[in-house]
T-cell receptor
């Protein structure tokens, strides 16, 4: 069974640009969550999607957005990038909404110059 | 504000040693506490604890939760170099609370041969 797949794995952007990250969950998993991981703040919750609807959102500005498609694949977008957005963005999937046991992808490493 | 605090932040031991990692929490609407292991990028699930005093075991790893004192410990006996990783503690909350899992900043364990 394939795991959670995130693309791209690495990317470099400059301030002011926007970026879109993609996540394909494990087959049969309908919930997708996104987390930002930085050395200073650790893992912080961004949002959770289930059945194409955002079910939960963390304390991030509106520049961070996401969506989920009918096949459960999810994308997150960050607009007007800032230096502080440099981080590892992790996607996690679970069978049901709000499950504690999450299956994480390898992440997308974003560097903002 | 809900928070999860892990200690120590880093730890260096030799193969064969036994280690204890700590996680304390202050959250509203507690549902469960989870431990993850992060070796390179993707955190992998270790344990989920919901009841006080019941030890969960998996091989050389074990964990227990104290809901009265609001903490959990993760024990690793007879450590091996393959146990080197960041161990993350997270707390899940009942629906209605903003955000999904709240993570601690992790304990970085280094096991020397």
């Amino acid at each position: 069974k394939a795991g959670v797949t995130q693309t791209p794995r690495y990317l470099i952007k400059t301030r002011g640009q926007q970026v879109t990250l993609s996540c394909s969950p494990i087959s049969g998993h309908r919930s997708v969550s996104w987390y930002q991981q930085t050395p200073g703040q650790g893992l912080q919750f961004l949002f959770e999607y289930f059945s194409e609807t955002q079910r939960n959102k963390g304390n991030f500005p509106g520049r961070f957005s996401g969506r989920q498609f009918s096949n459960s694949r999810s994308e997150m977008n960050v607009s007007t990038l800032e230096l502080g957005d440099s981080a590892l963005y992790l996607c996690a999937s679970s069978v049901i909404q709000g499950a504690g046991e999450l299956f994480f992808g390898e992440g997308s490493r974003l560097t903002v110059l | 504000e809900d928070k999860v605090v892990q200690s120590p932040l880093s730890l260096v031991v030799h193969e064969g040693d036994t280690v204890t990692l700590n996680c304390s929490y202050e959250v509203t609407n507690f549902r469960s506490l989870l431990w993850y292991k992060q070796e390179k990028k993707a955190p992998t699930f270790l344990f989920m604890l919901t009841s006080s005093g019941i030890e969960k075991k998996s091989g050389r790893l074990s964990s227990i939760l104290d809901k009265k004192e609001l903490f959990s410990i993760l024990n690793i006996t007879a450590t091996q170099t393959g146990d080197s990783a960041v161990y993350l503690c997270a707390v899940d909350r009942h629906r209605g609370s903003q955000g999904n899992l709240i993570f601690g900043k992790g304990t970085k364990l280094s096991v020397k041969p």
